[in-house]
Nanobody
Framework: QLQLVESGGGLVQPGGSLTLACAAS????????VGWFRQAPGKEREGVGC????????NYADFVKRRFTISRDNAKNIIYMRMNSLYPEDTAVYYC????????????????????????WGQGTLVTVSA
């Protein structure tokens, strides 16, 4: 069974940092692009960023550029997202999703009606930014 499990969420103060992890089981991630998504309370899910299968390239939504960094360790089968300078509006459930079709897939570029096309989704981890 293909599974992704997110971890690392929690409560952090505004301006703080957090690192999320996305671990795969049942398959190896080295042929998959992996994206991070988030869903804030009362809002639609949105794309945050994506990393290619090799890790050579990443892209990010404008609202997280220069604050969030996605990386991967294919040997450990884990994807990371380092989040710096967090704002209360970053509060959300964060999800990772994997797909072999690469970061150019429209879902990874933010097209919401294509999110369901992605091959594997995690269950999410809650990040709360609050004083």
């Amino acid at each position: 069974q293909l599974q992704l499990v997110e971890s690392g969420g929690g409560l952090v103060q505004p301006g703080g940092s957090l690192t999320l992890a996305c671990a795969a089981s049942g398959f190896t991630l080295d042929s998959y692009a992996v994206g991070w998504f988030r869903q804030a309370p009362g809002k639609e899910r949105e794309g945050v960023g994506c990393i290619t299968d090799s890790g050579a390239s990443t892209n990010y939504a404008d609202f997280v550029k220069r604050r969030f960094t996605i990386s991967r360790d294919n040997a450990k089968n884990i994807i990371y997202m380092r989040m710096n300078s967090l704002y209360p509006e970053d509060t959300a459930v964060y999800y990772c999703a994997a797909d072999q079709r690469g970061c150019h897939h429209s879902a990874f570029r933010g097209q919401r009606d294509r999110f369901r096309d992605l091959e594997v989704w995690g269950q999410g981890t809650l990040v709360t930014v609050s004083a």
